[in-house]
């Protein structure tokens, strides 16, 4: 009998999405990382004071992007692909075994107080504005820093990476990065102002 691949499978949907999900999240905080981080910005002041409100502007829109990609992977809604939903189906279906799901569990615990500091951002500033808190509140109560939020992208692909080798033995290499290339066009932009 010819294994079941995961293009067949019932969760390819949810594999596939999370994946999406957890790839674009990781693209976003390394452009805003790139942007905003006390070791690349102050080599690059002077390009980011010449188009401040294009500069302003991205590493806001790369930080909700972040955000937003962060809250749907751990959101448990029973209508979206998220998680914590995927792993009550798995479960539910007995598709993995029970260690290997108590594995699954152990990490999304992990992963859930940091998605909760997400959450309060999420849900206070960004996907709405709270008249009960102002912004600097929610900041306060989430108390979030740059490295747990790259920290709940690496435990997510962690997750999903043990998640599907013990589904269909596959892994994802998560490979994509946008930390570079935002360095590149930083030092081209330097470059362009140098030349005469």
């Given at each position: 009998m010819l294994k079941r691949t995961m293009s067949s499978s019932p969760h390819e949907p949810y594999v596939s999405e999370l994946r999406h999900i957890v790839t674009v999240a990781g693209l976003n905080y390394e452009i805003w990382w790139a942007l905003k981080s006390d070791q690349t910005r102050p080599q690059f002041v002077d390009v980011l004071n010449r188009y401040p409100i294009y500069f302003q502007t991205a590493i806001h829109a790369h930080f909700v992007a972040l955000l937003v990609s962060l809250y749907k992977l751990y959101e448990t809604r029973t209508d979206t692909y998220n998680i914590p939903r995927f792993l009550k189906l798995l479960q539910a279906g007995a598709a993995l075994e029970p260690s290997v799901l108590a594995s699954l569990d152990r990490q999304y615990q992990e992963a859930k107080p940091l998605w909760v500091k997400?959450?309060?951002?999420?849900?206070?500033?960004?996907?709405?504005?709270?008249?009960?808190?102002?912004?600097?509140?929610?900041?306060?109560?989430?108390?979030?820093?740059?490295?747990?939020?790259?920290?709940?992208?690496?435990?997510?692909?962690?997750?999903?990476?043990?998640?599907?080798?013990?589904?269909?033995?596959?892994?994802?290499?998560?490979?994509?990065?946008?930390?570079?290339?935002?360095?590149?066009?930083?030092?081209?932009?330097?470059?362009?102002?140098?030349?005469?």
């Amino acid at each position: 009998m010819l294994k079941r691949t995961m293009s067949s499978s019932p969760h390819e949907p949810y594999v596939s999405e999370l994946r999406h999900i957890v790839t674009v999240a990781g693209l976003n905080y390394e452009i805003w990382w790139a942007l905003k981080s006390d070791q690349t910005r102050p080599q690059f002041v002077d390009v980011l004071n010449r188009y401040p409100i294009y500069f302003q502007t991205a590493i806001h829109a790369h930080f909700v992007a972040l955000l937003v990609s962060l809250y749907k992977l751990y959101e448990t809604r029973t209508d979206t692909y998220n998680i914590p939903r995927f792993l009550k189906l798995l479960q539910a279906g007995a598709a993995l075994e029970p260690s290997v799901l108590a594995s699954l569990d152990r990490q999304y615990q992990e992963a859930k107080p940091l998605w909760v500091k997400v959450s309060i951002l999420r849900n206070k500033v960004f996907g709405h504005h709270s008249t009960a808190h102002s912004v600097e509140d929610a900041f306060r109560e989430a108390a979030v820093t740059p490295n747990e939020l790259r920290d709940l992208v690496a435990k997510t692909k962690s997750l999903l990476n043990e998640l599907t080798q013990n589904l269909d033995r596959s892994t994802h290499a998560f490979n994509l990065g946008s930390g570079g290339e935002v360095v590149q066009v930083l030092e081209a932009l330097q470059r362009a102002k140098r030349a005469p």
